[in-house]
């Protein structure tokens, strides 16, 4: 199992920017294939972005443009930059890798 700790969340104003920070544990983490997911009140866990070991990235069509996911393979970390967030972004923000338990995740809320 891969232990991961989510952070960066906060209150934004609609338009503005957050970046969140995903740190893993872990010797391997370089190989594993990272995801931001998003799990807004009352509705099920969206899958956000995807780096592959590679760093080639994926994202859904709601935030494409606007979200920019990374790794930094040094510091066992991944990132998920959001820009011009608005309100149906509000969420809590977890990462993980596939087959992996979820970790407490990072409540983002976009609002005026």
């Known amino acids: 199992q891969v232990q991961v700790v989510e952070s960066g969340g906060g209150l934004v104003q609609p338009g503005g920017s957050l970046s969140l920070s995903c740190a893993a544990s872990g010797n391997a983490f370089s190989i594993y294939t990272m995801g931001w997911y998003r799990k807004a009140p009352e509705k099920q866990r969206d899958w956000v972005a995807t780096t592959l070991r590679g760093g080639v990235t994926y994202y859904a069509d709601s935030v494409k443009g606007r979200f920019t996911i990374s790794r930094d393979n040094t510091k066992n970390t991944v990132y998920l930059q959001m820009d011009n967030l608005k309100p149906e972004d509000t969420a809590v923000y977890y990462c993980?890798?596939?087959?992996?338990?979820w970790g407490k995740g990072t409540l983002v809320t976009v609002s005026s």
């Open positions: 993980n890798t596939p087959g992996n338990s």
